[in-house]
């Protein structure tokens, strides 16, 4: 049985209102249609599964997460920490991101990180509490708002596909930088998780590298 590529409908609407006041996007928009749909889990177990996702291919990481599953059934704080070291290699996690994991875990039992609080927090607030946790920076954070806190207005500026797309989509010289990327992307609010879920999806659609 295949996997169906079903077009996100709830992206349509931002998409159309930033075609009408980007010209660039508009074409491309045109060419490539609608992203597919895409969601990710919120909580502990989202978290992990972003850490792992961290300089993998999208391949590599549901790999990883299924090897991982395999070994603990369900991915919880208590589940991680009583995973040994042999377990967490045989599910393919390198030694930083076994670290990463397990603090997390840490983080959470002992109360420091309230992932059940996030969604009543700011985007901005959501940022300054997860990035305490080792291991997880902006880049996480902002993939865990738009995808998992379903945020309307995030760019992942750090994300080396999204400034490559970016540089493809502005006919720019070389890769925007984050800082650059947050500046092109201005005139997209309040819809940049719109923008940033069609970058993704015109640099697979343009075979872009």
């Given at each position: 049985m295949s996997d169906k590529?079903?077009?996100?409908?709830?992206?349509?609407?931002?998409?159309?209102?930033?075609?009408?006041?980007?010209?660039?996007?508009?074409?491309?928009?045109?060419e490539c249609g609608l992203p597919p749909t895409r969601s990710q889990d919120a909580g502990f177990n989202g978290l992990v599964g972003m850490i792992i996702s961290q300089q993998v291919s999208v391949q590599s990481a549901?790999?990883?997460?299924?090897?991982?599953?395999?070994?603990?059934g369900e991915i919880t704080p208590e589940n991680i920490l009583a995973l040994d070291d042999d377990g967490m290699k045989a599910a393919g996690l390198s030694r930083p991101k076994q670290r990463y994991t397990r603090g997390l875990a840490e983080d959470v039992l002992a109360g420091r990180l309230k992932l059940e609080r996030l969604s009543d927090m700011s985007d901005d607030d959501v940022v300054d509490h997860l990035i305490q946790a080792k291991g997880i920076g902006r880049w996480t954070c902002e993939v865990y708002l738009l995808f998992a806190l379903k945020r309307t207005d995030i760019m992942p500026a750090a994300d080396l596909a999204l400034q490559e797309a970016m540089k493809h989509l502005k006919n720019l010289k070389s890769r925007p930088s984050p800082k650059e990327m947050y500046?092109?992307?201005?005139?997209?609010?309040?819809y940049r998780s719109a923008g940033a879920r069609f970058l993704w999806h015109y640099y697979r659609h343009a075979g872009i590298a």
């Open positions: 590529i079903i077009p996100d409908e709830a992206l349509r609407a931002p998409l159309e209102a930033l075609s009408k006041q980007d010209p660039d996007l508009a074409k491309a928009y045109l549901k790999a990883i997460l299924g090897r991982l599953l395999g070994q603990v500046e092109l992307s201005e005139g997209w609010r309040p």
